[in-house]
C-alpha cells in the first residue's frame, strides 16, 4: 500500500510562488507516474501536471503551462510541483496522486493512491 504526503502549501499573494512536494512510502517510487490534482470548492477535482517513471516525461494542463513545473527525485521518494506566477483562480486543495501506469495519464482513474491535499490560497 502506497502512501502519500503532500506539504508546502499556504496563503500567498497573486504573482507569488509555492513549491509543493509529496513524499511517498510504501512502494517502489521509481516505478509510478506521479501526478498532481486540485479541487477549488464547489468544483470537479481536475488535473494539473504528471511526470512518467518511464523516461520523465511531463505533461501539464493548459491553465497552468509556463507557471508550473512537475518534478521528482527518485532517491528522496519525493515529486514536487513549482508553482510560479500564481492567480487567485489557483485556489484549491491541491493532491498527488500515484499511477503504476505509464503513461502521461489526466483523468483521475488511472491513478492507484492519493494523498490527502494540501491547501492552497492565492489573495488579489
Known amino acids: 500500500q502506497v502512501q502519500l504526503v503532500e506539504s508546502g502549501g499556504g496563503l500567498v499573494q497573486a504573482g507569488g510562488s509555492l513549491r509543493l512536494s509529496c513524499v511517498a512510502s510504501?512502494?517502489?517510487?521509481?516505478?509510478?507516474?506521479m501526478a498532481w490534482f486540485r479541487q477549488a470548492p464547489g468544483k470537479e477535482r481536475e488535473f494539473v501536471a504528471t511526470?512518467?517513471?518511464?523516461?520523465?516525461?511531463?505533461y501539464n494542463s493548459d491553465s497552468v503551462r509556463g507557471r508550473f513545473t512537475i518534478s521528482r527525485d527518485n532517491n528522496k521518494n519525493t515529486v514536487y510541483l513549482q508553482m510560479n506566477s500564481l492567480k487567485p483562480d489557483d485556489t484549491a486543495v491541491y493532491y498527488c496522486?500515484?499511477?503504476?501506469?505509464?503513461?502521461?495519464?489526466?483523468?483521475?482513474?488511472?491513478?492507484?493512491?492519493w494523498g490527502q491535499g494540501t491547501q492552497v490560497t492565492v489573495s488579489s
Open positions: 510504501g512502494g517502489t517510487f521509481s516505478r509510478y507516474t
Open positions: 496522486a500515484a499511477s503504476r501506469g505509464g503513461s502521461l495519464a489526466t483523468a483521475r482513474d488511472p491513478y492507484d493512491y
Open positions: 511526470v512518467t517513471w518511464i523516461n520523465g516525461a511531463s
